[in-house]
């Protein structure tokens, strides 16, 4: 994980990883219903309720001794493919520092004294698509007001609220204002929610408590839809799951690192085929893939995956997905207790990965968001020099220096590499030879071997010619040279053979890849299966990835790479 990610968890660890201390006069579950249901209309989907500590170490160092017994356990799976050890590690969380420990518990200090927070709501609405998202902060007689508007809150109905997208530093204060008041007072009717309490009630006396729950209107709205869709994805049993349903609750204390997830349905008989339609999803899958699933690629890459967790909670159904009682169904983690299971479980993932090939999703997937990364990248480079990066750096004589990825790393999260190389000198040069080997993960794809990876190999390549990406000149390259339509123009390929990251003139040339996609002699490095179709990532001006398969017309893979050649693309 970078740097950044590390920041941003250690920052929102201070507002929503906490422990169970000595805070506010603590209500009961009752009491937190009823003080949130000024807030509950029939739209609401999720409430999460945190208490908030008086510090943050002695959960930090639980987390870290957590973590790292999983991490011991990834280790000690034999055999573990190298792709699902990616996918584990890409996913799992990070250790914590004593340093960012001592940051993030100053900033919760700070939360609590300087703001008087004691306690805050997470409350998310189908008011629209995307889902919105508010924090309330409940107003009592230690809440400063005046510091938290400030903040971009709004005082409503006895909470200070703020819009998600505002407490993200996405929107002005203004605006979040007005989404609050749209959300919670323009037109509001409140709807009594039973389950909350309930919910809260299970959670006891863990700190962090959550509901989530189907709107009111849910199965009706489903049970209209679903005539008016085509197989298959008119078999899926939607009423199963909002029929039936109830609510889901989960608890968690980081104290103990201990929590549970309970799903309670309306009674015994609806909880079992429930349970019964999540044991069967590998089996759902494969009827899916009969009537038709296997023709749409976006629902290729869901049968796989349905293929894969419906295997693994088959497989480990005592662990993840353990018979009902009451109504209820009970998934609970209990730290070090659950180490064997932890363990099985891993065990099953690595078995069912290679059974169902993840690791063709995993590798896509991850070279997918490093072409989508390198294409930002390119766009913060253009808002700061108002052109794209040349495909090369040159010297003054008009000799090349170094690869257009050295001009992008700052723009990676790269700056002190990039400080390191001189930028005067070739590429080649006695000091910038130590930088060959050292180039970083986002430009190689995971397809690529350990040695090509080591020797500082990549796999990504502009395609340079006169009417694609053009060799560095007189004049600069824009994005406003683009006339075809960022989006219908490629900015970055993968390539068969590696070349060294640094080096500044082996980009794929234009006259070879305008052979086509599936022709050895364009170089052009077809590095990925999708069912019977090779093919490779390819990325796009206006930021997206797309798989372009072996099968493209030559007529469409020509017209995707010119910036300026007028074609009109069929089936865009």
Known sequence: MSRYSKIYFVLLSAITLCCYGQCYAQKTPKQLAEEIAPLVSENTICIVHVDVAASLKD????????????????????????SVKSAIAEYTLPKISEQEMQIANKQFQELRKTFGVQDFYYLATLDGVPISDFIAIPVRPETNKELLEQQKFTELNGFMII???????????????????????????KSQRPEIAEAFAIAGNKPIKAVAFFPSYANTLFSQIKPTLHKPLNMIPVAQITDGLRYAAAAFDFNTFR?????????????????????????????????????????????????????????????LFPPAQDGKIVIRYQSTDSAADVKKLLNSVNALAKQVKMDEIFHQKTCGNNIKQIVLAMHNYSDVHLKLTPAYSLDKDGKPLQSWRVSLLPYLGETALYEKIRRDEAWDSEWNKQFHNQCPAIFQCPTMTDEEKTNGGTSYSLVVGNKTYPTPGKRHFSLSDIT?????????????????????????????????????????????????????NAGFFDGSQRFLDEKTPLEKWKAFLTFSGGEWILDR
């Not at 038709?292 to 159904?317: A, C, E, P, Y």
């Open 259 to 319: 929590g549970e997830f309970v799903i309670c349905s309306k009674d015994q008989a609806s909880a079992e085929q429930l349970r019964n339609l999540v044991l069967s999803l590998s089996d759902t899958t494969k009827e899916l893939q009969k009537n038709g699933v296997d023709k749409w690629d976006d629902l290729i890459v869901f049968s796989r995956w349905s293929d894969f967790i419906g295997g693994l909670v088959k497989q480990n159904s005592d662990f």
């Open 484 to 536: 075809d339509g960022t989006s219908y123009t490629i900015a970055v390929i993968e390539r068969k053979t590696p070349i060294n990251w640094m080096q500044p003139d082996a980009e794929l040339s234009q006259d070879a890849v305008f052979h086509g996609i599936s022709d050895a002699a364009s170089g052009v490095g077809l590095r990925h299966q999708k069912e019977d179709n090779a093919g490779l």
């Open 163 to 189: 819009y998600g997208k505002a407490f993200r530093n996405t929107l002005q204060r203004g605006t979040s204002q007005e989404f609050v008041r749209r959300a919670f007072q323009n037109g509001f009717v």
């Open 59 to 82: 959960v930090f160092n639980v987390y870290n001794a957590n973590i790292q017994t999983f991490r011991d356990a990834v280790a000690s799976v034999a055999d573990m493919d190298e």
